[in-house]
């Protein structure tokens, strides 16, 4: 196998792409198939006897790690999800999450939005505010509510998520998160969506697909000022800003720099 991607923070759109189209050259059928295998029997070991499922967002590593766990009998999951996603990479979600996956809406809309302007486009500690108040908050909630012995996530330490030792997390709270694909590169990720011809969802088409990732459009990331989120979020789908309109005055001032009304 060929590395040719690194920390996921400092991979440029193109270099994934590139990656993509020539994947085989990087990681070959064989070493995927060892590789997938490895996981397998790691999940069986860490799983058995347990009541468990996995946490699935419409990302590349959540469909990799769905697939990997249909193949080894676990079908229990859940989606997670807010009132300020992209409308188009939301409907895809509700399309093709897996059968039986639990929908959970967190419920931040743009009247929450407004009363907490930093969280437009923000960067370090509010950046992580989101994934605490959506998908963290969405992970404990399931595993409480179906009273889990373990929670298994898509995170990745290429991607810079703390996933413990052994891959595990063990919270005060008693809930038990493990990440199977923690040491798995970004090429090996990339290899399984093309070996076993995977669909991925609108989201990694757009601008900067690959670089930011599945998000609520607010938290856009790497974004350099508040214009320049709305920018990019104008350029996908217009309809989001205009929206938004309504409520924010950031994103009013925003179009009337476009429209000039």
């Known amino acids: 196998m060929k590395i040719v991607l690194g920390r996921k923070q400092r991979i440029e759109n193109d270099r994934w792409i590139n990656a993509m189209e020539h994947i085989e ?17 790691a999940i069986k070991a860490a799983t058995a006897g347990k009541n468990v499922a996995y946490c699935w967002s419409g990302g590349k590593d959540s469909i990799v790690l769905s697939d990997i766990c249909r193949e080894v009998g676990i079908t229990a999951c859940m989606f997670a999800h ?6 188009a990479f939301l409907d895809w979600c509700l399309t093709h999450k897996p059968e039986g996956c639990e929908v ?3 419920g931040q809309d743009l009247e929450w939005l407004a009363s907490r302007q930093s969280m437009i486009f923000p960067k370090g500690r509010e950046l992580n505010r989101w994934y605490a108040i959506v998908q963290r908050a969405a992970f404990t909630k399931y595993f409480f509510d179906h009273k889990l012995d373990m929670i ?5 330490k290429a991607d810079g998520n703390v996933v413990g030792a052994g891959n595990v997390i063990h919270k005060n709270s008693g809930e038990v998160r493990y990440a199977p694909l923690a040491d798995w590169p970004h090429e090996m990720v990339l290899a399984y969506v093309h070996y076993h011809g995977l669909e991925l969802p609108p989201i990694y088409g757009w601008k900067n697909g690959f670089k930011c990732g599945t998000h609520p459009w607010p938290s856009r990331m790497y974004m350099q000022s508040v214009e320049q989120g709305y920018r990019e ?8 800003v205009i929206n938004a309109a ?4 950031s994103a009013r001032h925003f179009l009337e720099g476009v429209t000039g009304e």
């Open 25 to 41: 050259e990087l990681v070959s059928r064989e070493e995927l198939d060892s590789a997938v295998a490895t996981a397998q029997e």
């Open 82 to 87: 807010t009132e300020l996603e992209y409308p």
């Open 104 to 106: 959970i809406n967190t």
């Open 152 to 156: 298994l996530v898509g995170h990745r």
């Open 233 to 240: 979020v104008y350029e996908i789908d217009p309809s989001i």
């Open 246 to 249: 309504a409520r924010l005055s």
